[in-house]
């Protein structure tokens, strides 16, 4: 393994260990202003960092490997406990890895695995028992019916016709 190998791999380990998700201090030792890419050290990956929300590959490349994936991790983000790759992997019917999401109706029932920690996702990943129980269909019908633009418009109008006036 080369320097830059073992360097990055220490740092995945570092944030893997002490299940470290964001915290400004931490963006702005590691992250900021910095992109790389750590493809090469996991078969059939594609991971890379950006300096910065937006700053990555551009929307084809982007909706390209969607397309063509069945996993995506989506943490949580720096600043938010969200992220839009959340939504868009489950527009692509992907199973969604990710952390604890935020208790509101939207996400109830969500066809997602949550891991608690990070340091899980080897035997997650590795579980196909698990993996095999997600479908892409019901991943999408999911999307459709709570996320997309006409399911949070249909939960936002059932909302307001619920209040008087």
């Given at each position: ?6 360097l ?10 002490n ?11 590691c ?32 909706a ?9 991790l989506?943490p ?8 839009f ?11 969604v ?13 969500a066809?997602?695995?949550?891991i ?26 999911f ?7 006409y ?13 008087s006036?």
């Amino acid at each position: 393994m080369n320097k830059k190998a073992t360097l990055l791999a220490r740092l995945d380990n570092f944030l893997l260990k002490n299940n470290l998700r964001g915290g400004n201090r931490l963006y702005e030792c590691c992250f900021m202003n910095k992109s790389f890419d750590i493809s090469s050290l996991y078969d059939n990956a594609y991971i890379r960092f950006y300096s910065g929300f937006n700053n990555g590959d551009d929307y084809n490349k982007y909706a390209y490997y969607l397309q063509n994936s069945k996993i995506v991790l989506s943490p949580k983000g720096f600043h938010s406990t969200e992220c839009f790759r959340f939504y868009e992997a489950m527009r692509q019917g992907c199973i969604v890895i990710t952390e604890e999401l935020p208790k509101v109706p939207c996400y109830k029932d969500a066809p997602c695995i949550i891991i608690n920690k990070w340091t899980d996702l080897p035997n997650t990943i590795n579980n196909n028992q698990l993996l095999d129980s997600f479908s892409s269909n019901e991943i999408k019908n999911f999307y459709d019916k709570m996320l997309s633009p006409y399911g949070i418009a249909k939960y936002v109008f059932n909302i307001l016709m619920q209040k008087s006036f």
